[in-house]
């Protein structure tokens, strides 16, 4: 079946600093989403991807399909303390499958 | 939008016993997911339902769990006989498109004795 991984599992970041973590599909997807889940919450859709090489930004956040859509990535940009919490790419049509995540601490 | 519901928030239940759980997804939505997480793991899919009818069961999920969605509403996921490898969060989500955004909910937390 699908499967999706990511990397790393954990980031910790000096605050106002880059970074960027991946997801990679076992499988070609028909679409990449990505989640935000804060520390005793509920993921929390950020956005879809659906085209080959498709970028979007929100703010600080860039996100990329890959040309192959079977990978993927989010690189946050100046990083701030709302930053925190774990960063979830999922793949799938109707079923989506989820990576394991990114847990993402800042430090001050 | 009042957003996904889910109830209870946090069930104990000794090794043995049933438990029931309940989703209450954002009404203009006719599809209905039920997920379950561990820690540090990602959601992990259970079911789907678009309207009434359940659409797909994962092949991970016992014949201990049963879910239903009788009028294309509100949906409840049973658990008979739990066990300990039961315990986790139990995830709600809608979505009003095929393939689209899934809104969750807070989750209901399982713990088993």
């Known amino acids: 079946g699908q499967q999706v991984m990511q990397i790393p599992q954990y980031q910790h970041v000096q605050e106002g600093e880059d970074f960027t973590t991946y997801c990679n599909s076992s499988?070609?997807?028909?679409?990449i989403q990505w989640y935000k889940q804060r520390p005793g919450g509920h993921p929390v859709f950020l956005i879809q991807l659906v085209k080959s090489g498709e970028v979007k930004k929100q703010k600080r956040l860039t996100f990329q399909f890959g040309e192959a859509k079977k990978n993927s990535s989010l690189h946050i940009t100046a990083t701030q303390t709302t930053d925190v919490g774990t960063y979830f790419c999922?793949?799938?049509?109707?079923?989506?499958?989820f990576g394991a995540g990114t847990t993402v601490t800042v430090r001050a | 939008d009042t957003g996904v519901s889910q109830d209870p928030r946090h069930k104990i239940t000794k090794r043995g016993q049933n438990v029931t759980f309940r989703c209450d997804p954002i009404s203009e939505h006719n599809r209905l997911y039920w997920y379950r997480q561990t820690l540090g793991q990602g959601p992990e899919f259970l079911t789907y339902?678009?309207?009434?009818?359940?659409?797909?069961k994962s092949r991970l999920l016992s014949d201990r769990f049963s879910a239903e969605r009788p009028k294309g509403s509100f949906s409840t996921l049973e658990i008979q006989r739990t066990e300990q490898g039961d315990s986790a969060m139990y995830l709600c989500a809608s979505s009003p498109l095929q393939g689209g955004p899934l809104h969750f909910g807070n989750g209901t937390r399982l713990t088993v004795t």
């Open positions: 499988t070609t997807l028909s679409n």
């Open positions: 339902f678009q309207n009434e009818a359940q659409l797909e």
């Open positions: 999922a793949g799938g049509d109707y079923k989506l499958s």
